[in-house]
């Protein structure tokens, strides 16, 4: 009976078992339909090298990039397509070779007289083996001939293109995405972007989001239109990995909707939800990430999580719910902001890689500017830099210079006269011009070497100099003591204080245009442009209340007009209005000409530091960012109040009259202290005569007396 009763029992187990959903990769496998998917994992398909140009610099340089095979591959089409461009200097016996694997497989000669061309190099043999391959391209550059001719100038280069790729007839080691690899995954190019989809009808905290997410991946790649916002009628096809991102209760394609509710994206109550999906269709696939929550609200509250570098790289696996906001760093800490901070990570420098990429940092509002600051470095080096031996053997004149630039200023230091180090680290000191920061804030760093490279054609050599930034490097700012020597905005500043950290920045959009996804966008870049992310809202006219932006620094597209909340300022704002147009004449602008014009001043709700800027439009355009304005607004280095751009979209600004009028008011206090000072001294000589007077009148009145 027993055995009969465990014989059920075993067998009711099996049932639940095979009853119960099985978890498996399968469940992330999205089949889709209504969506051409052409992103493809299929190797008879190319696939590209690089998704940026390489530059190689002669006289030699190499690269070296790899492709990994789960299974020996079979067929004759198996190859490398290179497509370079050089310059047009070039003369023989300039080459291009690759090896496979350090073994060397193809060079070909090259010259100036063609210098755009396309290299096939067949993969073969071992080449075509299951594992990790290696693929170095070399590149050497001859530029005149003859005997120790030096032959390192920035006319010698080669450039490998991004239309360069391979084409292997075999299995390609799939790339599972997970949200471990965002951002990486999710930066297209300019060619094959990535969209973030959105719903046709989005509220404002999900185009908010959208928009502060596609600012920071745009960011990530640094060109644009590599990331593009999308509504979800008009996404018809997808070559790249793919976000969507909003309440799903939001979208109403059909289509889109499916892969909602196919994705099963958990909905966890005040949180952000997250999840990878793969999008099958046949033979083609790609990655999707949904970015959800239950409440529009939710989501806008904790985007930080994905535009903040300090949250995302601690992303991980394919779904992830989190309900908790992560307190923010502050980046700077009195006046100190280090390297890894500006994005930088541990950076070398040596012979073949003489210049770092470019960083941004946003310095904060209580940095004063016009003053010198600090960078503190910490450096390793290659002992050969300053070895007796390489002095002895090379020109004394040869120096070895580590050239820091700071908004385009460049900084010395000399990496001969380095002394001291405390376990092979360099301490310097670099003091930075104090015309570096700008009023903008923004600090553009970049680090470039030279004489690390033997530039002695006379003398072949392996040695390779180097040297080693540390990440914890850190610039140190001065920071403003008394918050009355802030000084008013004006466009020089911008997109500050729009970027600061320690407020909030609202956008308000107008009543009655519509503002395009695309105009949007470009402002959202030009705010989210350095590391640290300003808390940005996003709200409609009819939305925005005083208390809303009482505290905040805001951009009101449109004018009064437009946006009931000016127009019940209208007296304190700097641009008066006459009906529906604006008064320009008054900033000494022709009002006729006008067609897209902007403003900044104190915000009039805020007893603060807080401003405001003002987009507003006339005339025939229905644009408020036509013609590339912002773009003249964001470049703009003039102390200016208001910019106008005319029908012929010339860009005037009202700094003259700024100028003039602060002249006036600095003429006017100092006339008034000269009167102060005036008064005073005919006081103080009336009283002298009257004291002399009184003197003389005691004396004469002594000698009467005394005749008496």
């Excluded at 051409?36 to 690089?50: A, F, G, L, S």
């Excluded at 946003?362 to 016009?370: E, H």
């Excluded at 402002?523 to 409609?540: D, E």
């Excluded at 700094?655 to 008064?679: F, M, P, R, W």
Aim: neutral net charge; contains cysteine.
């Amino acid at each position: 009976m027993k055995q009969y009763q465990l014989l059920i029992a075993s067998l009711l187990c099996m049932i639940i078992v095979a009853l119960a959903p099985i978890k498996s990769e399968a469940n992330t496998i999205i089949s889709v339909d209504g969506i051409k998917v052409n992103n493809t994992k299929d190797t008879n398909q190319t696939q590209p090298i690089t998704n940026s140009p390489i530059t190689l610099n002669g006289p030699a340089g190499e690269v070296t990039f790899y492709y990994e095979l789960v299974a020996d591959a079979k067929g004759q089409e198996s190859k490398i397509v290179l497509n370079t461009e050089n310059s047009e200097l070039l003369i023989a016996p300039s080459s291009l070779s690759v090896s496979i694997d350090n073994k060397m497989v193809k060079s070909i000669a090259i010259n100036g007289d063609k210098p755009v061309r396309e290299m096939t190099v067949p993969i073969k043999g071992d080449a075509l083996k299951e594992g990790v391959h290696a693929v170095t391209v070399k590149y050497y550059g001859v530029l005149k001939e003859g005997i120790c001719v030096k032959q390192g100038t920035s006319a010698n280069w080669l450039t490998l293109n991004i239309n360069s790729y391979y084409q292997l007839n075999g299995l390609v080691k799939k790339s599972d995405v997970s949200l471990g690899e965002y951002p990486t995954k999710f930066v297209g190019t300019e060619e094959q972007p990535v969209y973030i989809v959105i719903p046709d009808k989005a509220s404002t905290s999900s185009l908010n989001s959208a928009l502060q997410m596609t600012s920071f991946l745009t960011n990530q790649s640094g060109r644009k239109n590599t990331v593009q916002i999308i509504r979800e009628s008009k996404i018809k096809e997808l070559n790249q990995n793919v976000v969507f991102i909003g309440v799903p209760s939001e979208f109403s394609n059909s289509n889109i909707k499916k892969l909602w509710q196919d994705a099963n994206v958990k909905q966890i109550a005040n949180a952000l939800n997250l999840s990878i999906r793969t999008l099958k269709q046949g033979q083609k696939e790609t990655s999707a990430m949904f970015v959800t929550a239950n409440k529009a609200a939710d989501l806008e509250d904790r985007m930080a999580i994905l535009t903040n570098p300090q949250f995302s790289k601690q992303l991980s696996g394919l779904d992830l719910s989190i309900k908790d906001i992560p307190k923010q760093l502050k980046l700077t800490q009195n006046g100190s902001v280090t390297l890894e901070q500006f994005g930088a990570e541990n950076i070398t420098l040596d012979s073949q890689s003489t210049n770092s990429a470019h960083y941004y940092y946003y310095v904060s509002a209580d940095t004063q500017l016009n003053k010198a600051f600090t960078l503190n470095l910490k450096l390793k080096k290659s002992e050969s830099i300053t070895s007796i031996k390489e002095q002895t053997e090379l020109d004394t004149s040869t120096n070895m210079e580590l050239i820091v630039n700071v908004n385009n200023i460049p900084h010395s230091v000399n990496l001969r006269t380095l002394a001291d180090s405390k376990d092979g680290i360099y301490n310097v000191s670099v003091p930075i011009d104090a015309k570096a920061i700008r009023d903008n804030r923004l600090i553009d760093l970049q680090f470039q070497t030279t004489g690390l490279g033997v530039n002695n054609p006379c003398k072949e050599t392996d040695e390779k100099r180097w040297i080693y930034i540390d990440k914890d490097s850190s610039f140190t700012f001065p920071i403003i003591q008394n918050t009355n020597e802030q000084k008013g905005i004006t466009f020089a500043a911008f997109p500050y204080p729009f970027v600061s950290t320690e407020g909030m920045t609202v956008v308000v959009l107008p009543k009655k245009t519509d503002v395009s996804d695309e105009q949007l966008l470009k402002l959202y870049s030009a705010i989210l442009q350095g590391v640290q992310q300003p808390t940005i809202q996003l709200k409609t006219a009819e939305q925005v209340t005083a208390n809303d932006v009482e505290k905040a620094n805001v951009i009101f597209i449109g004018g009064p007009n437009e946006q009931p909340l000016l127009q019940k300022k209208a007296t304190d704002l700097i641009v008066s209005y006459n009906g529906n147009k604006a008064v320009l004449s008054d900033e000494g602008f022709v009002s006729e000409t006008a067609q897209q014009f902007s403003w900044i001043q104190n915000n009039p709700w805020s007893k603060g530091n807080n401003s405001i800027l003002v987009i507003d439009h006339q005339g025939s355009t229905l644009d408020y960012m036509k013609n590339n304005f912002l773009e003249e607004i964001i470049n703009s280095d003039e102390l200016a109040t208001v910019v106008v751009q005319s029908s012929d979209k010339q860009f005037f600004t009202n700094a003259e009259y700024v100028k003039t009028n602060k002249q006036l008011s600095i003429d006017s206090k100092n006339g008034k202290s000269n009167n102060s000072i005036s008064k005073w001294w005919i006081v103080g000589f009336a009283g002298l005569l009257l004291l002399i007077g009184l003197l003389i009148f005691r004396v004469k009145r002594r000698k009467y007396k005394k005749l008496r």
